[in-house]
């Protein structure tokens, strides 16, 4: 087993990746070897300030060693300090279709009516995300559920490649989603979209560097329906709002729906000041260690600076073995 995942360090951690990806990658340090990274070629997909892009990804290196990334246990580095991951992308290109590519919903969705405007970055980002995965020969990917796509177009490049050249090289990864945590954490402010850093709205999500007031401020004021809470989960179907806080304190207090339910039916104030109180519990902590992390710059670029020469250690027999297997080297 080993487990590889990865985060664009574009501006602050929020609740939908620590519960959709990190504190999932928190505890899988303790079942296998595992290597994360911030993906920061991938952010080239938007165009970011160059001092903005570096500063935010000391940012986000400070902020998942935070969240509990033990790095004596686990490979954390940036993308960018490996370039494996570029050559092997390059590669792979040769073995990706456009017509998969053209099928990938962030695709879809990022580039929206004008495509001829978007970058080629955009385009090949899944490709970028396959090298990321298949140089270190993962078995298991922790994503959220809006990545299930990527991976799933990553082991059909593996499987392509391992046809195409006769060769066994890539190892054919599984996407890891769910497993006790939430596979989709969804926005304060529309039930039906995923909460994420692109949202215009700040109160549509929870970051990492909220306030406990801001905390329990987005709390209150996250949308709701007229109903009451239900006393049967299955009741949730079809009330998105509803449905996404009793999953994010589920997943934040490790206990099932039908348990919360059970105690909280009836209106939603003290539901969601029970959430508040919860999610101010869960953070808290990390956000006084992410503000002690970040006192220290050169304790962080030491950090990335380790972990990419791991990397780099691991990365090397298999990006050699993809040149030999497409006639580039012996
Ligand atoms: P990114 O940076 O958008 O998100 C990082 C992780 O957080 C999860 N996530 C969510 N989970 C549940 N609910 C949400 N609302 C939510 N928003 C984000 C994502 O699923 C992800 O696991 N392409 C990737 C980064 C990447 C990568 C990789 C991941 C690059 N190479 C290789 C795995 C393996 C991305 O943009 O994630």
């Known amino acids: 087993m080993r487990v590889v995942s990865g985060i664009q360090p574009t501006g602050d951690l929020h609740l ?157 990864p599984q996407p890891f989603i769910g497993g006790g945590t939430a596979a989709r954490v969804m926005s304060l402010r529309d039930g039906t979209r995923k909460m994420s850093k692109s949202d215009p709205s700040d109160m549509s999500r929870i970051n990492l560097t909220d306030s406990d007031d801001a905390i329990a401020q987005k709390i209150r004021k996250a949308k709701t329906d007229p109903e009451p809470l239900p006393d049967d989960p299955a009741l949730l179907a079809d009330r998105p709002e509803a449905k996404n806080l009793v999953g994010i304190m589920a997943a934040v207090t490790g206990r099932d729906e039908a348990a919360l339910l059970a105690d909280h039916a009836g209106q939603f104030g003290p539901f969601k000041a029970a959430l508040a109180d919860a999610l101010v519990a869960m953070l808290h902590p990390l956000r006084d260690r992410l503000d002690e992390l970040r006192k220290d710059e050169a304790a962080i670029d030491a950090i990335l600076e380790k972990g990419a020469a791991k990397a780099a250690d691991l990365a090397a027999p298999t990006l050699a073995g993809a040149y030999r297997a497409i006639g580039l080297k012996r």
């Open 16 to 172: 939908g990746n620590l519960l959709g990806a990190i504190l999932r990658w928190e505890r899988m340090q303790h079942e296998a070897p595992c290597l994360f990274f911030l993906a920061d070629l991938h952010s080239l997909s938007d165009h970011i300030d160059p001092a903005v892009r570096l500063a935010n990804r000391r940012e986000m290196a400070a902020a998942l060693v935070a969240s509990g990334i033990d790095t004596d246990k686990s490979i954390l580095f940036a993308q960018s300090d490996v370039p494996a991951h570029a050559e092997l992308c390059w590669i792979l290109n040769g073995t990706a279709r456009m017509g998969w590519l053209n099928r990938m919903t962030q695709w879809k969705d990022k580039a929206g009516k004008n495509r001829e405007a978007a970058s080629v970055a955009l385009f090949d980002y899944p490709v970028l995300q396959a090298a990321d995965i298949l140089l270190y020969q993962a078995t298991h990917v922790p994503v959220g559920e809006d990545q299930k796509q990527h991976i799933e177009l990553t082991r059909d490049i593996a499987i392509k490649f391992n046809n195409d050249f006769d060769t066994e090289l890539f190892t054919v």
